[in-house]
Every structure is written in structure tokens, then in C-alpha cells.
């Protein structure tokens, strides 16, 4: 019997100290996404978490950066860079396409 098969039986126990779902057969438990695109290169990168705010949290950690007033992201390589959140050019390329 598969161990996914005796948790639905009762014979075995999950334990933890967080609650999390429990991941049936080989399916991915549906987990908590942040979307990232940088307005200067475009790139596009997305994170998973225990919480929406968790997911922020790794982009933040691996250096992307958010500007408040433009409501843009830089991506930890533009940051590198050196470059300037540019409002007119987030237009262009649109920031939440
Ligand atoms: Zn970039």
C-alpha cells in the first residue's frame, strides 16, 4: 500500500508543525504564487511560497526589487546594473502585460 493510500486509511500519521496539504498520488499541492517581470530586460520569473507573502519575500531575498510611486519590479541583474526605474518606458512595454 502506497503511503498516500494509508493516510486516507488512518494507518499512518502526519505530523508537522505546519499545516500543509496533504499531497495525494503525485499531484502538487497548489501553493501560493508571486509574479515577477522587470520593466528594463523583460524577464519574467516566478515564486512559490507557504504564503503570497512568503513568494514576495524570495523574489526580495534573490534581489528583485520593487519601486513604490511606479509600481514596478527591477530584477536582481537591472539592479546589478545599475538601473533607474523609468516610468515612461514601464509604459511602454507595460508593466502588467
Ligand atoms: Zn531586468
Redesign the pocket.
Known sequence: MKASGMVSHRAARVEGTAPRPINIGNQEPERPKAKFR?W??G?KQEFTGETPVDAVMKARKLGWEHTIGFDIE??E??VKLG?KPDAKKAMEIGVNA
Open positions: 522587470c528594463c530586460c524577464r527591477t530584477c541583474r537591472c538601473k
